[in-house]
């Protein structure tokens, strides 16, 4: 199981870190879902899921890019 993020790695994106920390612990790379779009072509909001199959963890979380 993942105990816990070295604080050295936060300056990273958190995509990139939690990848990082998946393979150093030999487990499958989670999948992304596009969940809802929101708001003006030019303004929209994202609602994505994230599956991480090796932890049995379904999450999701809404942020503009």
């Known amino acids: ?12 994106d958190s995509k990139s870190a939690l990848q990082e920390v998946l393979q150093k612990n ?3 790379l989670p999948e992304y ?3 809802k779009t929101e708001g003006d072509q ?3 909001i994202f609602e994505v899921g994230c599956i991480i199959t090796a932890m ?3 999450t999701n ?5």
Request: hydrophobic share 40%.
């Open 42 to 44: 030019h303004d929209q």
């Open 1 to 12: 199981m993942i105990r816990q993020i070295n604080p050295e790695d936060l300056f990273k």
């Open 56 to 58: 049995n963890l379904i």
């Open 33 to 35: 879902k596009l969940i």
């Open 26 to 28: 030999n487990m499958k």
């Open 61 to 65: 979380g809404k942020g503009r890019i």
